[in-house]
């Protein structure tokens, strides 16, 4: 049977979706092809007592686009998985010299510091800064990196310690971000993507001129 309008593949429970393409070329070279749908993968981590959500933008204005597309998601998402939020920010985005951090327990907390930021220009818990290509300090690389090892071995002082990260990321360090993620399995989840300026950039077109109009012989 051919679908002839978009609908739900159901199938069986248990049951894997599979399906066959194939495709005819003009010369009689033709190709098939059999899918079935991948399994379902389970990433077990613990729950963690703070978490740390970044942005980042090529300017100020993009980066409060970031934060309105991520508080759309955090009213749309309450209960998503905030590790592997975290994870994917961290790992699976590119960060810009403006950067914004937060520190929540949730997506419900990070929604209310980051609309308390957007409406007051500051907020507990959100480090924002515009890297000006700083060095970076050993000492202070030394502390962001000692504090991501107290949160892998303790929950005392979890968030206080994530928050000198956060403040360090805005900052510009390339910390051991990656040992945030060493107890327990993460994967990339579905998030907004980065919000690209809608400018324009057409070829100027030559203005039409118009010839002067003849004037009748007597």
């Known amino acids: 049977m051919v679908n002839t309008e978009l609908k739900e593949w159901k199938v069986k429970p248990g049951i894997k979706r599979r399906a066959a393409l194939s495709s005819f ?8 092809m059999v899918i079935e749908e991948a399994p379902e993968r389970t ?10 959500f970044v942005l980042s933008a090529r300017n100020e204005e993009g980066l409060q686009k970031q934060v309105e597309q991520f508080i759309t998601y955090c009213e749309r998402e309450e209960s998503g998985d905030c590790g592997n939020i975290s994870f994917t920010l961290l790992f699976g985005r590119q960060h810009f010299k403006y950067r914004l951090a937060c520190v929540a327990s949730d997506l419900v907390t990070a929604r209310q510091a980051l609309l308390a930021w957007l409406h007051e220009d500051h907020a507990e818990d959100v480090y924002v800064s515009e890297n000006q290509e700083q060095r970076e300090k050993p000492a202070f690389k030394q502390l962001g990196n000692q504090c991501i ?6 929950d005392t002082g979890y968030k206080d310690n994530l928050s000198t990260v956060a403040d360090l990321y805005v900052q510009g360090y390339e910390l051991d971000y990656p040992a945030l993620f060493t107890e327990g ?16 950039y057409w070829v100027p077109q030559p203005e039409e001129v118009t010839a002067p109009a003849k004037e009748a012989s007597p």
């Not at 990433?43 to 740390?52: G, M, N, R, S, T």
């Not at 090892?149 to 303790?154: A, D, E, F, G, I």
């Open 25 to 32: 070329g003009a010369t009689g070279t033709n190709a098939h």
């Open 43 to 52: 990433l077990e981590h613990q729950e963690k007592p703070a978490y740390l």
């Open 149 to 154: 090892h107290q949160c892998q071995t303790s």
């Open 185 to 200: 399995q993460y994967g990339r989840v579905p998030l907004p993507t980065y919000p690209f300026s809608p400018d324009r």
